[in-house]
């Protein structure tokens, strides 16, 4: 029984910081008409004018636009999901703004398998933060494909979407907790939360176990 409210933010024409701004403008949008609940497979580092490049030292989950809008949204009582981004087989290798943000849970990618998928882009954050926060299926991913017939993807674009479908319903059974609440029970039910990595980050959440700890907790 959800609701969804879709926002287009990008010209894939070209790059530049002013998506940042339109990222920023529909998560303004999206807290006006009352959201519990953002997923985002956007993702920010380089652009087709070099000189607003992100840094490794930008991405500190705090210091980019679309981070801090991120953060606010968070702050303002929404569940913010992220892509990690599609960057580790490439020079880049690291997540994307605003998957970096202190408030954001950051989805990576793994397999059927519960492995990591060698695209999904790794952490940490600059200083040392946790990313990405958890994983989930980003490899092989069941979907609706644009041919309105169901097929199957590859990316974190994927795996993102997949956990904020369980937060929804994890926010949904558990309706008086907090989203810091909520996001810190995702962490503490995944598979390797007691040592995470800069891989897959705590791991693959278990959301049974998510909510028996708010059930308990709260």
Same mark, same amino acid.
């Given at each position: 029984?959800?609701?969804?409210?879709?926002?287009?933010?990008?010209?894939?024409?070209?790059?530049?910081?002013?998506?940042?701004?339109?990222?920023?403008?529909?998560?303004?949008?999206?807290?006006?008409?009352?959201?519990?609940?953002?997923?985002?497979?956007?993702?920010?580092?380089?652009?087709?004018?070099?000189? =607003?490049?992100?840094?490794y030292t930008d991405l500190d989950g705090k210091t980019t636009r679309v981070t801090k809008?991120?953060?606010?949204?968070?702050?303002?009582?929404?569940?913010?999901?992220?892509?990690?981004?599609?960057?580790?087989? *490439?020079?880049?290798?690291?997540?994307?703004?605003?998957?970096?943000?202190?408030?954001?849970?950051?989805?990576? +990618?793994?397999?059927?398998?519960?492995?990591?998928?060698?695209?999904?882009?790794?952490?940490?954050?600059?200083?040392?933060?946790?990313?990405?926060?958890?994983? +989930? =299926?980003?490899?092989?991913t069941t979907l609706v494909t644009s041919n309105q017939v169901i097929g199957s993807a590859?990316?974190?674009?994927?795996?993102?979407?997949?956990?904020?479908? =369980?937060?929804?319903?994890?926010?949904?059974? *558990?309706?008086?907790?907090?989203?810091r609440q909520i996001k810190l029970a995702i962490e503490q039910s995944a598979s390797q939360?007691?040592?995470?990595?800069?891989?897959?980050?705590?791991?693959?959440?278990?959301?049974?176990?998510?909510?028996?700890?708010?059930?308990?907790?709260?």
């Amino acid at each position: 029984d959800a609701s969804y409210y879709l926002f287009r933010t990008e010209d894939v024409t070209s790059e530049y910081l002013i998506k940042e701004d339109n990222w920023t403008a529909a998560a303004e949008y999206a807290d006006s008409l009352g959201v519990d609940v953002i997923n985002s497979s956007l993702g920010y580092s380089q652009f087709t004018d070099a000189k =607003m490049d992100h840094t490794y030292t930008d991405l500190d989950g705090k210091t980019t636009r679309v981070t801090k809008a991120a953060n606010m949204a968070f702050q303002k009582g929404i569940l913010v999901f992220a892509s990690a981004g599609n960057e580790g087989s *490439n020079a880049w290798k690291r997540i994307i703004a605003p998957s970096d943000g202190e408030n954001v849970i950051a989805v990576g +990618a793994v397999d059927k398998k519960g492995l990591r998928v060698s695209f999904s882009s790794v952490g940490p954050a600059y200083k040392g933060a946790v990313k990405p926060n958890v994983a +989930a =299926m980003g490899s092989g991913t069941t979907l609706v494909t644009s041919n309105q017939v169901i097929g199957s993807a590859s990316g974190t674009s994927f795996s993102a979407p997949v956990l904020a479908g =369980m937060g929804a319903c994890l926010l949904q059974a *558990n309706p008086y907790c907090s989203v810091r609440q909520i996001k810190l029970a995702i962490e503490q039910s995944a598979s390797q939360y007691s040592k995470p990595d800069s891989l897959i980050g705590y791991g693959i959440p278990d959301f049974q176990k998510a909510d028996m700890y708010l059930k308990i907790n709260s």
